[in-house]
């Protein structure tokens, strides 16, 4: 499943990847009960590890995750690994603290890139099906009652490796991979193993997808290369299952896999689907189901065994979290994956009464207060930072404040827009200057001057790019570039750049806003005619 959010300025695209488990039963923890947990944050050059199961899994996970790091970065050619935004991984006690944050049963790990990078939520407890059995014997008053018990396994670690996948795809600035891709590789790399003698085990079977495969309608591979979201694939069968059996058989054999590289670069050139696959592959699309299917579920999949050096050494040191920082940090859960933000509105109050120094949690609530339009609260919020907290977060809720003012000035008419956009730029660049890598601030200064002469649009687009390099994946980035490329008389580079949107995006706002952009570029392709061909 697929989630989105929006905020007053930025409507950011976020995409939740959610895996699917065996789940037992057991009784949904509130919120408030995570709050009052001891959380442990352990940090290494890469990575965030948030735990309430204690340091030990908290350092086992930190140094198998710098391990499969380094194995991406010297046998894969992904560009965007040394991406300066960390990955942020929460690691929760059982599925009732998962459901605390997001109210399903279904589920055991969550994925969303964010403005502060990627963040995953994994439930430590989660096992799933592993095709095994036993003879299972009860007694009872009246003899013994005989069944068949299904064997279950620990797959937290493969969530773990699962999700940190989706973030190195989403940091990939080279191409962008579609959702059956994104899947079946993260499935495919999830069971990363060491073996006795130091090496690398890549592509083992998960073996509670092969046992899905037994029983799940088998997706036509037409269908499932056009799958854009995630309700959509859980409706032909076991999508997850399927896609990590068709990226498995096109990774098995050097051939396929040079192939599939080809094929994906194709798809990335807009290239029509079928054209792409029978201009890579040397056999049709119903072989390739046919292959990918039979091997699947006759459980004849292989690994691959890769040397190299997994001697990581981690010198990081744990330390338990404030009463303001867990408040923080469960507000910033309930931000990223709850399907209402309110809920986090108590939480970062309570951050703040236990420390009114807290930067963050200050500037969170600004922005909660824009996002339902309460500015004046908003704008007291920020007010509220002492004067020497010169905090890149703090300047760029600034930024979105005077920029909404600016919006509404430009609507009707008011001669201050001037001022306001002066103002909401003055604290972008500040933000940026504090903070380098500070993706909101960027968006937010390139959204600035959209809504002012073309003659200062090298810096809005100067400022857009940088975006889109530490976050690729914004949409919203994209979007914004194709409004500057429009308002630049740019026309054909704008089109471009909305098709991509359409054809990327998830958030059906976004793909409405560049539909309706190309559909005004195709209306008066005669007026921009000279300039498209130009």
């Known amino acids: 499943m ?18 699917a488990g065996l789940l037992g039963g057991c009784v949904t923890r509130s919120a408030d009960d995570l709050a009052d947990r001891e959380w442990v944050e352990l940090k290494s050059d890469h990575f965030i590890v948030y735990s309430e199961v204690g340091e030990f899994w908290s350092r086992r996970m930190l140094q198998r995750l710098e391990i499969f ?9 992904l560009a965007g690994a040394d991406n300066p935004l960390p ?37 430590m407890s989660a096992r799933a099906q592993d095709g095994t059995s036993s003879l299972e014997i009860i007694y009872t008053p009246s003899g013994p009652i005989y069944r068949t018990r299904t064997g279950t396994r620990p797959i937290s670690m493969e969530g773990v490796l699962h999700e940190y996948v989706h973030h190195l795809l989403a940091n990939d600035t080279s191409r962008r991979y579609p959702l059956w891709f994104n899947e079946g590789y993260a499935e495919y790399l999830s069971t990363f193993d060491i073996a006795a003698n130091g090496q690398a085990i890549v592509g083992q079977a998960p073996m509670h997808r092969v046992e899905a495969l037994q029983k799940a309608r088998w997706i036509p591979l037409d269908r499932l ?33 040079e192939q599939t590289d080809r094929f994906l670069d194709q798809l990335n050139e807009g290239e029509d689907l079928i054209v792409a696959f029978e201009a890579s592959f040397d056999m049709p699309l119903q072989q ?10 006759s459980r004849r999949t292989s690994s691959r065994r890769l040397s190299f050096e997994t001697e990581i050494a981690s010198d990081a040191v744990p330390r338990l979290l404030s009463l303001d920082e867990r408040s923080v940090l469960l507000a910033e859960m309930i931000l990223t994956f709850s399907p209402d933000r309110r809920v986090a509105l108590p939480h970062l109050q309570q951050a703040l009464q236990y420390n009114v120094a807290n930067i963050r949690a200050r500037a969170l609530l600004a922005g909660l207060h824009m996002y339902y339009g309460e500015d004046q609260l908003a704008l007291d919020t920020l007010n509220g930072a002492s004067d020497d907290a010169m905090d890149a977060d703090i300047q760029c809720q600034f930024g979105h404040f005077y920029a909404d003012k600016a919006i509404v000035a430009v609507q009707e008419r008011d001669p201050k827009f001037v001022g306001w956009i002066d103002e909401a730029r003055r604290h972008y660049e500040a933000a940026i200057s504090i903070d380098e890598n500070h993706v909101e601030a960027y968006v937010g200064l390139g959204r600035t001057y959209i809504l ?4 200062d649009a090298q810096r809005g687009f100067d400022a857009l790019n940088a975006a889109f390099e530490l976050l690729p994946t914004n949409m919203e980035t994209q979007l914004l570039l194709g409004h500057m490329l429009f308002a630049s008389g740019q026309y054909e580079a704008a089109e471009n750049a909305y098709q991509e949107v359409i054809a990327w995006s998830r958030d059906a706002q976004t793909i409405n806003s560049a539909q309706d952009m190309v559909g005004m570029i195709e209306e008066n392709r005669l007026q921009y005619g000279k300039a498209l061909e130009n």
């Open 452 to 455: 002012t002469d073309a003659k």
């Open 69 to 77: 790091r380094s194995f991406v970065i010297s046998h894969l050619d």
């Open 288 to 297: 390739m189901s046919a292959g990918a299917r039979s091997r699947a579920k």
């Open 87 to 123: 990955f942020r991984i929460v690691l929760l006690r059982n599925a009732s603290s998962l459901q605390a944050i997001v109210p399903r049963s279904d589920i055991f790990g969550m994925y969303q890139t964010t403005y502060q990078g990627g963040m995953a939520l994994v439930d």
């Open 225 to 257: 290369f056009q799958v854009k979201g995630y309700e959509e694939g859980h409706g032909y069968g076991d999508f997850y299952a399927q896609a990590w059996a068709v990226v498995h058989y096109m990774l098995a054999d050097t051939e396929r896999a």
């Open 2 to 19: 697929c989630f989105f959010r929006t905020s007053s300025i930025n409507r950011v695209v976020i995409m939740a990847t959610i895996v």
